[in-house]
């Protein structure tokens, strides 16, 4: 890709447009090497134009949160696109309906619905993601997934198309959809239900302290590493790992959480091959002890 077009395009917009741009800081690993491009569209019609542009010559990666990847210390040799603000905007419809945009984070969402009396969306609360990233991996926790309240996504192509798909016709399934990897999500709407607004706040209070109770806060840690194989036994992956690996293993930094052993921590300045060498290191000894193979629910950055 010619670069002398991308810096003419730099030039022509108000968002971030940044060569060479380091990624550590991006994501709760705090780990990574550099994107050739990091672009942050400061509005809806920049992003529509970088698509026409560039879209089908550039290799491209979607930067939510950053809390559940694991980014190559190497190059990424593209674009890494970050929505902002004017992405994270939150509306009431009637009906109890909620328009979010996906930059907006599913605990703002949690919140909005909270201080609008509706209830079903008080999960997302636990889930220390973006709306954009949930829709992706159909996120969930504590038995209730975004399958169970979503009603359409905004999104965009590559080529800078813009439409609309009804939940009907999403596919999703554990911690997945069938929805097009190259799709940019620009907003969702939800459906909540009618609840008191005292139990919301009871109900959320009481998630957040069992999650709190259970899972590492405050940390380097990318959230759950792996799925739960449901297709292959009823037992957890933290029962898996438990049983097939010594818990104190760590290769340089990267280390299993004392407090959850599905979440794997940066400790301190662990690289990118001691967090991969962690994460194959489980999954071959779970392979190995109990003959089932673990997937990675973050996404791998190569």
């Given at each position: 890709?010619?670069?002398?077009?991308?810096t003419?395009?730099?030039?022509?917009?108000?968002?971030k447009?940044?060569?060479?741009?380091?990624?550590k800081?991006?994501?709760?690993?705090?780990?990574?090497?550099?994107?050739?491009?990091?672009?942050?569209?400061?509005?809806?019609?920049?992003?529509?134009?970088?698509?026409?542009?560039?879209?089908?010559?550039?290799?491209?990666?979607?930067l939510?949160?950053?809390?559940?990847?694991?980014?190559?210390?190497?190059?990424?040799?593209?674009?890494?696109?970050?929505?902002?603000?004017?992405?994270?905007?939150?509306?009431?419809?009637?009906?109890?309906?909620?328009?979010?945009?996906c930059?907006a984070?599913?605990k703002?969402?949690?919140?909005?619905?909270f201080?609008?009396?509706?209830?079903?969306?008080?999960?997302?609360?636990?889930?220390?993601?973006?709306?954009?990233?949930?829709?992706?991996?159909?996120?969930?926790?504590f038995?209730?997934?975004?399958?169970?309240?979503?009603?359409?996504?905004q999104?965009?192509?590559?080529?800078?198309?813009?439409?609309?798909?009804?939940?009907?016709?999403?596919?999703?399934?554990?911690?997945?959809?069938?929805?097009?990897?190259?799709?940019?999500?620009?907003?969702a709407?939800?459906?909540?239900?009618e609840?008191?607004?005292?139990?919301?706040?009871?109900?959320?209070?009481?998630l957040?302290?069992?999650?709190?109770?259970?899972?590492?806060?405050?940390?380097?840690?990318?959230?759950?590493?792996?799925?739960?194989?449901?297709?292959?036994?009823?037992?957890?992956?933290?029962?898996?790992?438990?049983k097939s690996?010594?818990?104190?293993?760590?290769?340089g930094?990267?280390?299993?959480?004392?407090?959850?052993?599905?979440?794997?921590?940066?400790?301190?300045?662990?690289?990118?091959?001691?967090?991969?060498?962690?994460?194959?290191?489980?999954k071959?000894?779970?392979?190995?002890?109990?003959?089932?193979?673990?997937?990675?629910?973050?996404?791998?950055i190569?």
């Amino acid at each position: 890709m010619n670069n002398d077009n991308l810096t003419s395009f730099a030039n022509e917009i108000k968002g971030k447009f940044i060569f060479n741009y380091d990624l550590k800081k991006t994501n709760w690993f705090n780990i990574g090497g550099k994107a050739k491009i990091y672009f942050k569209p400061d509005s809806l019609s920049e992003l529509v134009i970088f698509l026409k542009k560039f879209g089908s010559k550039e290799k491209i990666f979607i930067l939510g949160a950053g809390s559940n990847v694991l980014i190559s210390n190497s190059l990424f040799n593209g674009t890494v696109i970050k929505l902002g603000k004017n992405f994270s905007n939150i509306s009431l419809l009637p009906n109890r309906t909620i328009v979010a945009g996906c930059a907006a984070s599913d605990k703002k969402l949690s919140e909005f619905a909270f201080n609008n009396g509706i209830g079903g969306l008080e999960f997302l609360s636990c889930i220390p993601g973006t709306v954009g990233g949930g829709l992706r991996m159909n996120s969930g926790c504590f038995k209730r997934e975004f399958k169970d309240i979503i009603l359409s996504v905004q999104a965009i192509d590559k080529t800078g198309k813009i439409f609309t798909i009804p939940s009907s016709k999403i596919e999703f399934g554990y911690r997945k959809t069938n929805l097009d990897k190259d799709l940019i999500f620009l907003s969702a709407s939800f459906k909540g239900e009618e609840k008191n607004k005292q139990k919301i706040e009871e109900d959320i209070k009481n998630l957040q302290n069992e999650k709190n109770k259970t899972q590492p806060t405050k940390t380097k840690t990318g959230g759950s590493t792996f799925k739960n194989p449901i297709d292959q036994t009823d037992q957890k992956v933290w029962e898996l790992i438990k049983k097939s690996v010594p818990l104190e293993t760590k290769f340089g930094d990267a280390e299993i959480s004392q407090k959850h052993c599905n979440f794997f921590v940066n400790k301190s300045n662990a690289s990118f091959e001691d967090m991969k060498k962690l994460i194959d290191f489980v999954k071959k000894n779970v392979k190995s002890k109990t003959g089932i193979e673990l997937e990675t629910e973050i996404e791998i950055i190569e």
